[in-house]
C-alpha cells in the first residue's frame, strides 16, 4: 500500500484496478450448524488482508447496533434471538466473519445476542470486534470491568478488534483512557494477545483526527474506523471531517480503516425518487444501496465495510455485492461525485438513525422525528408555501403520516432544549434547533400559515 498521499485521481486509478485479495478456510461445522468461513470460491465473498497479523478479513462486516426488536411478555423491546440466529447463520454461511458491537447498542442487549448467535460456531471461524463505551464512568475500575463484561458476552477469553469508542472533539481521549491508566491496561491485554487488534472509532474534526494520529507512534493503532461514503467523502457535514482527508491520513501510515455508516444511517438507500432512476439507469441488475457499499469497498486501504443488516433482504443483498466486490470504474467514481452534489440541493437532517441521543429524559422520538422529515423531505413531501401546486395533499401526506409513525406524547411539540441530546450525536446536528424547526412547521401545516 502507498503511504504517501493519495489524491482524487489517484484513487480513482487505484480503486478502479485494485488487486483484492481473497482467502480459503473451507466449510466447518459445529452443533450441525455449517457454515463457510474465512473463506469460499472465487465467486464468493470478497476478503481483505489485515497486514499487521494476516487475518482474512469479509469486506463485509456486520453492524450489531440494528438487531431486529420484539416485544417480551412485559412490554419491553427485547431482541429477537431467534431472528438474529437466522441472520448469523445466512452471514456465516455466505462468508462474512466481522461481528461489530457495544457494551452500549440496543441497551446494552447487543453483545449478548450477538455473542449467542456466533457460540455456535467455531470461535476460529469468525472476528468479534467490541468496543470500550465507558462515556459516562470512566474510572479504570469501571472500564475494566466493562471490557471484562464484553469477554463474557461474546463467551470468549479474546476480543480480535477492540475499540475506544467515538473519539473525537470534546469526547475526552485523554480522561477517558490516558489519564485513568486504561491505555497502558488496554496495551498490555494486547501483547498478552486478549486484545488482537487495539484501535478507536471516530467522530469529528481534521484537527480531532491530526491529535489522534500524533499518538500512532507511541500506541500504534491497528485499525481505525471511520464513517465513509460517497457523501461524507468530499461533502462531510456538521464538525465531521471529510472522509477523504481520514483515508488519506491513515493511508499515509499504513493503517488500514473499518467503515462504518456506508448508507448515512439508510439515507443512501432511500434517495429521492429521481437520484435512485439514475442510479438504476446506470445499473439496473444493482440496487441503490449497492452503488455506496460498492464505493465503500473501492478504496484498498479499507478492511471491512460495516452494516446494520436487520432484514434478511437487506444482508442478501449486500452480500450479492460483495460476492466478489466490483470495484467502481473511475467513471463510475465521478458519476457518484455527481449524485453526491445532486443530494446537497435536498434539505435533510444528517441524522443516521444511531440512537445515541436516546433516551430523550421527555420521552421524545429524536430518530423517529428526523427520519420522518427526511422519508418526506426525499419523496417531495414538504411543501413550502400555501400557494404551491401540490400543498394540499403534500400537508395531509405530512400531518397524517407523522401521527402514525411518531405518538403524540413522543413528538417535537415537547422538547424544552435541554441539549442533553447534542453531547451525544456523532453527527453534531444542534438536534433541538432541528426539533422546534420541524415542531414550526407543523404547526404552520395545522394552521395553513406556510
Request: glycine share 8%; hydrophobic share 30%.
Amino acid at each position: 500500500m502507498k503511504k504517501n498521499n493519495i489524491d482524487r485521481r489517484e484513487f480513482f486509478k487505484t480503486a478502479g484496478t485494485a488487486a483484492l485479495v481473497m482467502g480459503g478456510l473451507g466449510c466447518i461445522s459445529k452443533g450441525g450448524v455449517t457454515a463457510s468461513a474465512a473463506g469460499a470460491e472465487s465467486e464468493g465473498m470478497t476478503y481483505r488482508t489485515n497486514n499487521g497479523n494476516g487475518d482474512k478479513v469479509s469486506i463485509l462486516g456486520y453492524g450489531c447496533m440494528r438487531w431486529p426488536m420484539i416485544k417480551d411478555e412485559n412490554g419491553r423491546d427485547i431482541i429477537d434471538q431467534e431472528t438474529v440466529n437466522r441472520l448469523v447463520d445466512y452471514a456465516m454461511e455466505h462468508g462474512v466473519n466481522y461481528y461489530d458491537s457495544s457494551p452500549v447498542y440496543l441497551q446494552g442487549q447487543s453483545e449478548k445476542a450477538t455473542g449467542i448467535a456466533l457460540s455456535r460456531y467455531p470461535r476460529e471461524s469468525y472476528f468479534v470486534a467490541t468496543k470500550l463505551s465507558n462515556f459516562s464512568n470512566y474510572t479504570k475500575e469501571n472500564s475494566i470491568e466493562m471490557y471484562q463484561k464484553s469477554k463474557e458476552n461474546f463467551q470468549t477469553d479474546y476480543i480480535d478488534y477492540y475499540l475506544l469508542h467515538s473519539i473525537g472533539d470534546g469526547n475526552g481521549f485523554r480522561q477517558r483512557f490516558v489519564d485513568n491508566g486504561m491505555m497502558e491496561y488496554l496495551l498490555e491485554e494486547r501483547k498478552a494477545g486478549r486484545i488482537r487488534n487495539l484501535g478507536f472509532s471516530f467522530h469529528g474534526t481534521p484537527e480531532g483526527f491530526d491529535e489522534l494520529m500524533a499518538y500512532h507512534d507511541q500506541y500504534h493503532w491497528d485499525f481505525v474506523q471511520i464513517q465513509l461514503n460517497y457523501i461524507d467523502w468530499t461533502h462531510a457535514s456538521g464538525r465531521n471531517a471529510k472522509a477523504k482527508y481520514l483515508q488519506e491520513e491513515l493511508d499515509k501510515r499504513g493503517i488500514q480503516s473499518v467503515i462504518m455508516e456506508p448508507l448515512l444511517g439508510g439515507r443512501l438507500s432511500k434517495v429521492p425518487e429521481h437520484i435512485a432512476g439514475r442510479l438504476k439507469e446506470r445499473n439496473p441488475q444493482g440496487s441503490v444501496a449497492s452503488w455506496a457499499f460498492r464505493f465503500a469497498g473501492t478504496h484498498p486501504g479499507v478492511l471491512c465495510v460495516l452494516s446494520g443488516m436487520t432484514y434478511m433482504e437487506h444482508l442478501q443483498d449486500n452480500v450479492g455485492t460483495y460476492s466478489p466486490l466490483k470495484p467502481l470504474t473511475e467513471d463510475e467514481l465521478a458519476f457518484l461525485e455527481e449524485t453526491a452534489e445532486l443530494m446537497q440541493k435536498y434539505p435533510t437532517v444528517p441524522c443516521n438513525d444511531c440512537k445515541y441521543c436516546m433516551p430523550c429524559p421527555y420521552g421524545i422520538d429524536i430518530p423517529a422525528i428526523l427520519l420522518h422529515y427526511n422519508k418526506c423531505v426525499n419523496e417531495g413531501e414538504i411543501a413550502t408555501s400555501t400557494q404551491d401546486e401540490n400543498y394540499r395533499k403534500a400537508r395531509r401526506a405530512y400531518l397524517v403520516s407523522y401521527d402514525r409513525v411518531v405518538p403524540k406524547l413522543r413528538q417535537a411539540a415537547r422538547c424544552i432544549g435541554c441539549n442533553q441530546c447534542m453531547s451525544h450525536c456523532p453527527q453534531s446536528i444542534n438536534i433541538p434547533r432541528e426539533l422546534h424547526k420541524i415542531d414550526r412547521y407543523i404547526e404552520n401545516l395545522k394552521k395553513d400559515t406556510l
